[in-house]
């Protein structure tokens, strides 16, 4: 069964309701079409006489309990059959992460059509835990409620956590964590808010995992979740919260991240594999070189692209969102003074925003380069 309910009452009381009639939740962005092959699609609170139907007692730990879209980032998002025992093992090392407190209200405005705002209400019903979800994240509300002490738990990204920052959170009483992922975190918002005495667990996770499974900077596998890393620098999963759908013919998932782990078994990760830029025969991870720019004072949001050049076959090229002044030959020194000299950009372009989707994953896909005919760097909708 498909939905494109919003966040909220409506939308828990239909995810845990359909395990009763053995049905399977297929949450849909709002805006996108209906799931192909749905049988019922649910786009606003049902109501009225409802006919008898034999709940489920029990249900089997194999069968698929939810299909999630990727978020689709590099490319068209992948429909992901998520059993129950995959949330199940995802709520445990959930657990690992940040613990559980019978207490807990853990405030989540991610979208819930995807895996990281799912995750947070199946965990809170598995931990008999009251998730607070909202549709849509505002800063000034969601700073009013962690200054009040509403929230032990917080699921953000971290340009959520940027726009709190901006607005002036500046406690957070009670809340025992928030787990930020789905992008890279700029060194200096950890800073911050180890500063503000916020307390930040970054974590790292896919659709393919249920949420996440490695938590830290760098990041400790979560309780159940094995890593490795294969050919070319690939991060590889193994374990009871990966999709069986998602599994290679050698039973691991393989991320399509790159990364390494140290000599404690801690991983460092350094971008998508697809995105890597060869520039005159080197491998460039755009995530590192973002990383670099994000460092800058004045840059608010960085995005880096390899462009076809005829010298170097990719150039990297940056876009950067700025909140003070810089000049390009500012922003170039400063990126030579920390990479080796093939990393650095060739160019680097303002813009007003980088593109991304509605969970705040930036959409490098969409960065194009500007020309005469069609300036700025978004492909049209």
């Known amino acids: 069964m498909a939905t494109t309910l919003p966040a909220g009452v409506a939308f828990a009381a239909l995810l845990h309701a359909l395990p009763l009639l053995g049905a399977v939740f297929v949450p849909l962005d709002p805006r996108a079409q209906v799931a192909a092959g749905a049988r019922v699609t649910v786009t606003e609170p049902p109501g009225g006489d ?10 089997d730990p194999d069968a698929v309990h939810s299909i999630i879209h990727t978020s689709g ?4 998002p992948k429909a992901v059959e998520l059993t129950y025992g995959n949330h199940h093992a995802s709520a445990r090392a959930a657990a690992g992460a940040v613990g559980v407190a019978s207490d807990d209200r853990w405030l989540c405005p991610l979208p819930p059509f995807h895996v990281g705002g799912l995750a947070v209400l199946i965990r809170c019903a598995i931990n008999a835990t009251t998730a607070v979800l909202w549709d849509g994240f505002d800063a000034g509300r969601v700073r009013a409620a962690l200054e009040a002490g509403e929230a032990t738990l917080a699921s953000l990204v971290p340009t959520m956590l940027e726009r709190l920052r901006e607005a002036g959170l500046a406690r957070a009483p009670g809340l025992r964590a928030i787990a930020l992922g789905g992008g890279p975190i700029r060194p200096a918002l950890l800073e911050w808010a180890a500063g503000a005495g916020i307390p930040v667990v970054p974590v790292y996770g896919l659709t393919e995992t249920a949420s996440q499974v490695v938590a830290g900077l760098p990041g400790r596998p979560l309780p159940g979740a094995e890593l490795r890393i294969g050919r070319d620098g690939e991060v590889l999963v193994r374990g ?14 393989h991320t399509g991240d790159r990364g390494r782990l140290d000599a404690a078994g801690r991983l460092h990760l350094d971008g998508r594999l697809k995105e890597i830029i060869v520039t005159g025969g080197e491998n460039v991870a755009p995530a590192e070189v973002e990383g670099v720019l994000l460092g800058h004072a004045a840059v608010a949001d960085a995005g880096v692209v390899g462009l076809p ?12 969102v700025l909140r003070d002044r810089a000049t390009p030959a500012e922003l170039l020194a400063w990126c030579r003074a920390r990479l080796p000299a093939y990393k650095v950009p060739k160019r680097v372009e303002r813009v007003p925003r980088l593109p991304r989707n509605t969970a705040g994953k930036r959409r490098r896909d969409q960065i194009t380069p500007p020309s005469a005919d069609a300036p700025g760097i978004f492909r049209p909708p």
């Open 309 to 320: 050049d005829p010298e170097w076959g990719e150039a990297v090229t940056a876009y950067v």
């Open 73 to 76: 980032t590099t490319g068209r």
């Open 240 to 253: 009871p919260m990966v999709a069986r759908n998602a599994r290679d013919a050698d039973g691991w998932l």
């Open 50 to 59: 409802e006919a008898e139907v034999p709940l489920r007692q029990t249900v």
